[in-house]
C-alpha cells in the first residue's frame, strides 16, 4: 500500500487555497489515514450542507458558528468543537470572522486531486 504524504511538514510552508469569496483552507499534512485543514471564514459564510465517506472532528480555533448536524443545529465559539458521523450531512454558518481547525478519516482525497 502506498502511502500519501503532504508535500511539507510544516503548515507555516503551505499556501491557502480560496474555495469561495470569503472561505479558503490550509492543509496541514495527511497520510492515507488522517488529514488536518485550517479553514478561514469570514462572517456570514455559509459552509454549504453535504456528507462525504469521511470521519470528521472539528476544532473552533477562532469566531462563531452556527452548527448543522444532521437534525441539529447549535451555536459553537472558540474552543469548543465538534465530531461528525461518516455519511451525515452538516454545514455551517460563520456568525463572526472565524477559523475551524477540521480533522478528516480518512484524508479528503478531493482536497489534493
Do not use: W
Amino acid at each position: 500500500m502506498t502511502t500519501k504524504q503532504a508535500p511539507y511538514q510544516f503548515s507555516s510552508l503551505i499556501a491557502e487555497e480560496q474555495i469561495k469569496e470569503g472561505l479558503s483552507r490550509q492543509i496541514f499534512g495527511y497520510d492515507d489515514q488522517v488529514m488536518m485543514v485550517k479553514v478561514f471564514f469570514k462572517k456570514d459564510v455559509i459552509g454549504d450542507l453535504h456528507a462525504h465517506p469521511h470521519v470528521q472532528v472539528s476544532y473552533v480555533a477562532e469566531g462563531s458558528f452556527e452548527v448543522y448536524i444532521g437534525d441539529e443545529t447549535q451555536i459553537l465559539r472558540k474552543g469548543d468543537g465538534f465530531y461528525i458521523k461518516p455519511d451525515t450531512i452538516h454545514g455551517v454558518k460563520c456568525l463572526e470572522d472565524g477559523i475551524l481547525v477540521d480533522v478528516f478519516n480518512p484524508l479528503r482525497e478531493d482536497f489534493i486531486s
